[in-house]
């Protein structure tokens, strides 16, 4: 008896040569609607789903496959005598292939002008039953969805006369994280619709970007995957321009870099070092931008990442190209820019479209046994009631000063502490286990120049030390979020020396 093969696919890509190969092995072929339609008009012969049914298309297509006669042929055991008696007295034929691929539902939802219903119209329900019969019953079928099997499957058929077992089992198990995928892809898209903000399961998918030659670590492994919808302005959007392969902690320091950046509207640069930035400048252009970056910390710069807001000129990658780094990642790049930075062989040149929308998307962040899930902190200074507690008031400048170190604080590990001057940091103490050693390691990376300062802290004072270490060294405004039962004693210190001292209400951890 010929084996069969039914094949329904949405992707048509290299269809009609994968079923000409597989009639070339004796297979026949079973097709519905426009994948039957295409086959035909190339000449081959198909047999439509309403011959093995016995029933036409229903419904707008939405019932064809889902028989006894499709279902009963995917499923049967091969060496299970009642299986076969089954079919037998039922007039069933074997099924030994599944070609399929699923309605559009993500190209759908990518679309802007796209309903609900068009959503809902385009969740496939026969195609992952049949895929999840077949991808069951796989030690007897053989089960395709994705086109990058087509030639490893012709292969096989052409060197051994079959598929291998170890190959229909591969198949399998990408069958069911196909079909796992799509799943849960819509239940993301259903969840998000009725507004559910903690459901009781939590299903996302990623798709694979590029296995990595290593993590962390040179001993651990590492992927880097994708969500299948994501903004262009995200590190999974960026685009590689020129340079080496990029390693886990680069694509970990650039999408660090990308949050810092984002929060400004003039050019403005930031300087990444394991995740925590270094130096952050503002300017009238990319070039001074980066200059104020580099003097806020010319140390911790070298070998760090660059993001920029605007496009890198001939101007700002001379200077860029004195030292090492490991990524400049900016919107564009001009041509003169590219030819001087292309010289160093190994700078990873990388491009993110900024001005795309994006709104925040939920962080996961996994832990043994399970993984947290919070908003992205995107609270900005226009989003907050600001108050005044101390007698002194900052001025217009040391306002624009303290809103520039807030901006850079959100993104600097807890406990943080960052001091600016001039539009560029001048101190950053970060990750430490109590506010006045970061505020000491800030103060000190500053030097003579926190004198005229103004400082930002990520979460209020529980007393007056660090306000106290900040009149020391000459810092002349804060800001802070203010809240602690102690909150009196730092005003009351910044009063005694004159310091100037905002309260935004808002805390910016970052673990």
């Given at each position: 008896m010929a084996k069969r093969a039914l094949v329904s696919v949405s992707d048509k890509a290299g269809i009609v040569p994968f079923v000409k190969s597989l009639i070339a092995q004796g297979v026949e072929i079973i097709s519905t609607g426009g994948t039957k339609r295409q086959l035909e008009e190339e000449g081959l012969q198909v047999i439509g789903i309403e011959e093995v049914t016995g029933f036409p298309e229903m419904m707008d297509g939405r019932v064809k496959t889902l028989h006894p006669a499709i279902h009963g042929g995917l499923l049967a055991v091969r060496n299970n005598e009642e299986h076969m008696s089954a079919l037998s007295s039922e007039k069933i034929s074997l099924i030994d292939f599944v070609i399929v691929n699923l309605y559009p539902f993500q190209q759908t939802i990518e679309n802007p002008d796209s309903t609900f219903q068009d959503a809902v119209e385009n969740i496939d329900i026969g195609g992952p039953s049949?895929?999840?019969?077949?991808?069951?019953?796989?030690?007897?079928?053989?089960?395709?969805?994705?086109?990058?099997?087509y030639d490893g499957v012709i292969e096989e058929l052409q060197e051994f006369g079959e598929v291998t077992d170890r190959k229909k089992q591969k198949l399998a198990a990408k069958a069911f994280r196909h079909t796992a995928a799509y799943d849960a892809l819509i239940a993301e898209y259903m969840t998000k619709h009725v507004g559910e903000d903690a459901p009781e399961k939590l299903t996302k998918t990623y798709n694979l970007k590029q296995t990595l030659r290593y993590g962390e670590n040179p001993h651990q492994m590492a992927s880097f995957y994708e969500r299948p919808?994501?903004?262009?302005?995200?590190?999974?959007?960026?685009?590689?321009?020129?340079g080496k392969e990029l390693s886990y902690n680069n694509i970990n320091d650039a999408d660090a870099a990308i949050a810092v950046i984002r929060d400004f509207n003039e050019p403005a640069v930031a300087a990444i070092k394991h995740m925590n930035p270094c130096g952050v400048g503002i300017?009238?252009?990319?070039?001074?931008a980066y200059q104020k970056a580099y003097e806020a910390d010319p140390?911790?710069?070298?070998?760090?990442?660059?993001?920029c807001n605007r496009e890198v000129d001939a101007e700002a990658a001379a200077m860029m190209k004195e030292i090492f780094l490991e990524i400049i990642l900016a919107p564009s790049f001009t041509e003169e820019a590219l030819k001087i930075l292309k010289e160093k062989k190994n700078l990873r040149l990388m491009t993110i479209d900024l001005e795309a929308h994006y709104a925040g998307e939920s962080r996961v962040t996994t832990v043994s046994g399970g993984a947290l899930i919070q908003e992205t902190d995107t609270l900005s200074y226009e989003d907050v009631e600001v108050t005044i507690p101390t007698d002194r008031k900052p001025s217009d400048r040391e306002l624009e000063q303290i809103q520039m170190a807030w901006k850079v604080v959100k993104h600097v590990k807890s406990n943080a502490i960052v001091l600016a001057k001039e539009d560029r940091t001048i101190g950053i103490g970060a990750g430490q286990m109590n506010r006045i050693g970061a505020a000491k390691i800030a103060i000190e990376q500053?030097?003579?120049?926190?004198?005229?300062?103004?400082?930002?802290?990520?979460?209020?004072?529980?007393?007056?030390?660090?306000?106290?270490?900040?009149?020391?060294?000459?810092?002349?405004?804060?800001?802070?979020?203010?809240?602690?039962?102690?909150?009196?004693?730092?005003?009351?210190?910044?009063n005694e020396h004159g310091i100037a001292m905002v309260f935004t209400g808002v805390r910016h951890f970052k673990h």
């Open positions: 049949m895929i999840r019969s077949a991808a069951k019953n796989h030690q007897d079928v053989t089960i395709v969805v994705d086109t990058a099997d919808i994501s903004s262009p302005a995200t590190i999974a959007k960026a685009k590689q321009l020129h300017g009238g252009d990319i070039a001074q140390m911790s710069i070298f070998g760090g990442i660059v993001a500053a030097g003579e120049a926190a004198e005229g300062s103004v400082m930002a802290s990520d979460a209020f004072f529980p007393m007056s030390d660090t306000v106290e270490a900040a009149a020391k060294a000459g810092i002349r405004a804060i800001i802070q979020p203010g809240g602690s039962k102690r909150d009196q004693e730092s005003i009351d210190m910044a």
